[in-house]
């Protein structure tokens, strides 16, 4: 199975920096790389379908780059809202699998 | 928006079967353009996709991970729309909160996972 690989672990931010997030895969995802956000008490929430496309109703401070096998998702400016945990999922390959995740916190 | 409620028993002891049933609002489990799948987190584990079922017509489709090793059966009950799982001789491991996912295959040919239901937490232990 393709492993998904996140850094960093924890990122600690202020609201209005920017944030960068890394996934790096076992082997190519090719584009098929999409990521979730969740916040305590809630299920995940797909941001990103693919690696640069942002799913329905997701603003644009989130975007998302790469192909192949390492990827970013940027948040442009932090909101009070967007701390939470990022999660990486690659959907090429059965079984799905998914990063162990990044944790955006507040400074 | 579809809206999925899973339910289950709580506690399960181990060595016995874990059922659990997600009900589906506002779409139907024989739509043929959804696949419904199982996902389940844990502290140890993090996100693990279990398994799928889809209805196209005439018959059900399933698929599941290996790494489950056959312990897991996904069906439906079109009377009642909803999916359920089944994961047999459970241990400690299979403590987890479980998601029930609509998802699609989209124009890339590959199987998203979109719309998730708020999840049931799953206790194993005597």
């Known amino acids: 199975e393709i492993l998904l690989t996140q850094s960093p672990a924890t990122l600690s931010l202020s609201p209005g920096e920017r944030a960068t997030l890394s996934c790096r895969a076992s082997?190519?995802?090719?584009?098929?790389l999409a990521w979730f956000q969740q916040k305590p008490g809630q299920a995940p929430r797909l941001l990103m379908s693919d690696a640069s496309t942002r799913a329905t109703g997701i603003p644009a401070r989130f975007s998302g780059s790469g192909s192949g096998t390492d990827f970013t998702l940027t948040i442009s400016s932090l909101e009070p809202e967007d701390f939470a945990i990022y999660y990486c999922?690659?959907?090429?390959?059965?079984?799905?699998?998914f990063g162990g995740g990044t944790r955006v916190e507040i400074k | 928006q579809v809206q999925l409620r899973e339910s289950g028993p709580g506690l399960v002891k181990p060595s016995q079967t874990l059922s659990l049933t997600c009900a589906v609002s506002d779409d139907s489990v024989k739509n043929a353009q959804f696949y419904w799948s199982w996902v389940r987190q844990s502290p140890g584990k993090g996100l693990e996709w279990i398994g799928y079922?889809?209805?196209?017509?005439?018959?059900?489709?399933?698929h599941y991970n290996p790494a489950l090793n056959s312990r897991a059966t996904i069906s439906g009950d079109t009377s009642k729309n909803s999916i359920s799982l089944i994961l047999s001789s459970v241990t400690a491991a299979d403590t987890a909160v479980y998601y029930c996912?609509?998802?699609?295959?989209?124009?890339?040919?590959?199987?998203?996972?979109?719309?998730w239901g708020r999840g049931t937490l799953v206790t194993v232990s005597s």
């Open positions: 082997q190519s995802v090719n584009s098929y």
């Open positions: 996912i609509r998802g699609h295959y989209d124009s890339s040919g590959y199987y998203s996972l979109d719309q």
């Open positions: 999922q690659q959907r090429t390959n059965w079984p799905l699998t």
């Open positions: 079922i889809g209805y196209i017509p005439s018959s059900e489709r399933t």
